[in-house]
């Protein structure tokens, strides 16, 4: 290695045998050089950073549509968060951070604007057409949408990466090669690449996702209470957040509450975080992997919460879908963005000559299913600002604009 490349690349850290290795990555679908500066890992979180669609995650929002207010989380700063849990959690079971780091920015590209109101809107729309998915859709735009390059479309990722994006949460598969009920666009590329579909995913990946779930239930009582959706008082019945309410209250009497709330929100962190550690390292002192591949080979996952983690994670999560997901003020906003998406999909799929001219190519005339996906990857691809924007000049006498 020349001093260019010890400089530049990462410092050779402790990292466990059952870890990705960046250095024995099975590689691109389509070689490439490798970077004398960075891991292949490290590369594929810089493509990702620097790609379109990660730019656009900054006014695409979870809950609430982006004009509700600046300080509400957005796919991007969700993204962020994310990515810093998984950091966290690799460093501390010696894993490749990288990986985690790069699978933790992606994991929510393919989603469209308005949350998940805009999914289901878009998914009804696509009902003829083979529905839609926004992991498939994710992978839609790694490997295919971003034409960045000039020797491939996408953004041409290791292996490792494609993986962990396509399967993060479990085995697709309950075969090799059984395509079976996936999503389209995740079986369209599996003709191309063999991603082991019907394995459990590299245990980066398996960070990755608990690293959602730790980042969207942590910000969603933090939004919520921010937007008044529920109140301090509310969630004191709540498994694991009313306890750490009290205690927060009880060390610092008449802390201003925007105080209390952060400093709750900080120790819901902390204690999910502490949980999935302790948990992962018993399950890998039983598995005693050898190897990422023995990793995948287990049947089972080993980056996991204990079983009351699970269950107060549980309680938790039906406490925001009553309080928070399913409140008026959230379901007038999400009404009205499933028919902003539903409305803009009529439009251009009985118009095809509405898409931008470069969005023109590859469709084969109104209702077609070629034109249907490819509006369905226009529309995926918009920001909730675009969105509007596009229904108020292809759709001007919507009761939606109102």
């Known amino acids: 290695m020349t001093a260019l490349e010890a400089a530049g690349r990462s410092a050779v850290v402790r990292r466990a045998a059952y870890a990705s290795d960046p250095e024995a990555s099975r590689g691109r679908l389509h070689p490439e050089p490798e970077s004398p500066t960075r891991s292949a890992f490290q590369r594929d979180r810089d493509r990702i950073i ?21 300080h509400y989380r957005t796919r991007l700063t969700h993204s962020l968060e994310v990515a810093q849990i998984a950091r966290s959690l690799c460093r501390s079971l010696a894993l490749d951070e990288d990986l985690a780091e790069a699978l933790a920015l992606a994991h929510d590209l393919g989603h469209t604007p308005f949350g998940h109101a805009g999914e289901e809107a878009l998914d009804a729309a696509m009902a003829g057409f ?73 245990i980066e990946a398996q960070v990755a996702a608990l690293s959602d779930d730790i ?35 009880r060390r610092h009497p008449g802390l201003d509450p925007q105080r209390l709330i952060h400093e709750s929100k900080r120790r819901l962190i902390d204690a999910m975080v502490a949980d999935v550690l302790a948990e992962s390292r018993r399950r890998l002192d039983a598995a005693r992997p050898r190897s990422v591949a023995e990793v995948r080979a287990l049947g089972r996952p080993v980056v996991a919460f204990s079983a ?8 938790l999560r039906e406490f925001l879908f009553e309080r928070m997901y399913r409140h008026e003020r959230v379901n007038r906003m999400t009404a009205r963005a499933g028919k902003v998406v539903s409305e803009l999909f009529a439009a251009l ?16 005339g109104a209702s077609g299913t070629a034109t249907a996906r490819r509006v369905a990857d226009y529309i995926a691809g918009m920001t909730d600002r675009f969105a509007l924007g596009e229904h108020r000049r292809l759709c001007p006498d919507s009761d939606a604009q109102s």
């Open 50 to 70: 620097h790609s379109a669609a990660f730019r656009r995650l900054q006014y695409k929002t979870q809950v609430f549509v982006y004009h509700e207010g600046d």
């Open 349 to 364: 799929i009985g118009d095809p000559a509405k898409l931008p001219p470069d969005w023109q190519a590859r469709t084969d």
């Open 215 to 249: 980042a969207y239930h942590s910000h969603d009582v933090d939004d919520g209470l921010r937007a008044g959706l529920f109140a301090v008082g509310d969630l004191a019945p709540v498994k694991l957040v009313g306890p750490i309410l009290s205690e927060v209250a």
């Open 308 to 315: 009351a983690m699970a269950d107060d994670n549980r309680a």
């Open 130 to 202: 083979g529905g839609f998915d926004h992991n498939g859709q994710t992978l839609r735009i790694i490997t295919k949408l971003e034409a960045r390059y000039a020797a491939f479309d996408g953004l041409n990722l290791t292996w490792e990466t494609l993986e962990g994006i396509a399967k993060h949460n479990g085995p697709l598969a309950a075969r090799r090669g059984d395509v079976t009920g996936l999503p389209w666009a995740v079986a369209e590329y599996a003709a191309a690449q063999d991603l082991e579909l019907h394995t459990w995913p590299g």
